[in-house]
């Protein structure tokens, strides 16, 4: 790892909404801030708040030892970086760019091979409110690499280091998106239940609130379950299957497209059929994971 220890200046590089959330965050903490961006207009935005403005991608690496990406995903770490990579040498990239782990592994493979140091990262926000007091960044890579650049990160959002496999970062935020675009979708389909039935979706959202309040009740059960192999029982899966049901008729009555939920009755109805073939009860998890143990 280099010598050198973070100073107070950063490159970020990718100015979407989250690149930009970042450099404001950087720039309030009295970061100094160089900025790239392949539309040029958005780094234009950020220069007028303070930030330096790098012509090239290759003045953006130069002009600090750390630079932060904030892109698409890792394909477009390739396209900006690509015809750049004899000039990472000696540098540190801190990825926050969301992907697979597999491609992320990648990704860091590339950049310790062109020289440099790198880390993985990916933002818990909401939206791309990175001061939201539920925010936070998973980072996984070296540790070294991370406790000496943890000091330059912390303006974008409470740290999390979860370990040196490149991808770690990548799995859990993969698996909290796994669970919020689902829980997104449904309140949708519920919102639609409640306004095509001739009622006040601002009315519903106090119930929808106090009922997630059980949500870490039902996540401790199915973790707990989960190692153990799954766990469920024959009148579970046949309650949750006619629930389902349920929820399908009452969209379909006032005109709602219950697809989410026809989704979730093909996993219940897997499970009961695989339990009927078997000598014992098959629970989702068992199917979802890719097999009975």
């Not at 006040?200 to 009740?217: K, L, N, Y």
């Given at each position: 790892?280099?010598?050198?220890?973070?100073?107070?200046?950063?490159?970020?590089?990718?100015?979407?909404?989250?690149?930009?959330?970042?450099?404001?965050?950087?720039?309030?903490?009295?970061?100094?801030?160089?900025?790239?961006?392949?539309?040029?207009?958005?780094?234009?935005?950020?220069?007028?708040?303070?930030?330096?403005?790098?012509?090239?991608?290759?003045?953006?690496?130069?002009?600090?030892?750390?630079?932060?990406?904030?892109?698409?995903?890792?394909?477009?770490?390739y396209?900006?970086?690509?015809?750049?990579?004899?000039?990472?040498?000696?540098k540190?990239?801190?990825?926050?760019?969301?992907?697979?782990p597999?491609?992320?592994r990648?990704?860091?493979?590339?950049?310790?091979?062109?020289?440099?140091?790198?880390?993985?990262?990916?933002?818990?926000?909401?939206?791309?409110?990175?001061?939201?007091?539920?925010?936070?960044?998973?980072?996984?890579?070296?540790?070294?690499?991370?406790?000496?650049?943890?000091?330059?990160?912390?303006?974008?959002?409470?740290?999390?280091?979860?370990?040196?496999?490149?991808?770690?970062?990548q799995?859990?935020?993969?698996?909290?998106?796994?669970?919020?675009?689902?829980?997104?979708?449904?309140?949708?389909?519920?919102?639609?239940?409640?306004?095509?039935?001739?009622?006040?979706?601002?009315r519903?959202?106090?119930?929808?609130?106090?009922?997630?309040?059980?949500f870490?009740?039902?996540?401790?059960?199915?973790?707990?379950?989960?190692?153990?192999?799954?766990?469920?029982?024959?009148?579970h899966l046949?309650?949750?299957?006619?629930?389902?049901?349920?929820?399908?008729?009452?969209?379909?009555?006032?005109?709602?497209?219950?697809?989410?939920?026809?989704?979730?009755?093909?996993?219940?109805?897997?499970?009961?059929?695989?339990?009927?073939?078997?000598?014992?009860?098959?629970?989702?998890?068992?199917?979802?994971?890719?097999g009975?143990?």
């Amino acid at each position: 790892m280099s010598e050198l220890s973070s100073t107070r200046s950063v490159s970020v590089i990718g100015l979407g909404p989250m690149g930009q959330a970042m450099v404001r965050a950087f720039l309030a903490a009295g970061v100094e801030v160089t900025v790239y961006n392949r539309t040029a207009a958005k780094a234009d935005a950020m220069v007028e708040l303070g930030a330096r403005k790098a012509a090239t991608a290759a003045d953006a690496l130069a002009a600090n030892e750390v630079t932060v990406l904030s892109l698409t995903h890792y394909d477009a770490m390739y396209a900006v970086l690509g015809e750049v990579g004899d000039r990472l040498s000696g540098k540190v990239m801190v990825n926050l760019s969301s992907d697979s782990p597999a491609r992320t592994r990648r990704g860091a493979e590339w950049a310790r091979a062109n020289g440099a140091e790198f880390l993985s990262g990916c933002v818990m926000s909401a939206g791309d409110n990175i001061a939201h007091p539920a925010s936070y960044i998973f980072y996984s890579g070296p540790r070294a690499v991370f406790d000496a650049h943890a000091e330059l990160l912390r303006p974008l959002s409470p740290q999390e280091y979860l370990g040196t496999d490149d991808g770690v970062a990548q799995v859990f935020y993969q698996a909290l998106l796994t669970v919020f675009h689902p829980w997104l979708l449904a309140f949708e389909q519920a919102a639609a239940l409640i306004e095509r039935s001739g009622h006040d979706v601002a009315r519903f959202v106090p119930f929808a609130t106090r009922s997630a309040e059980a949500f870490p009740f039902f996540m401790e059960h199915a973790a707990a379950a989960a190692q153990r192999g799954g766990e469920a029982t024959a009148a579970h899966l046949q309650m949750m299957d006619a629930s389902t049901h349920h929820i399908i008729e009452a969209s379909e009555e006032v005109g709602v497209d219950p697809a989410l939920s026809r989704a979730a009755a093909a996993i219940w109805q897997r499970a009961i059929a695989a339990t009927e073939a078997a000598d014992h009860v098959v629970s989702p998890y068992e199917l979802l994971r890719g097999g009975q143990r």
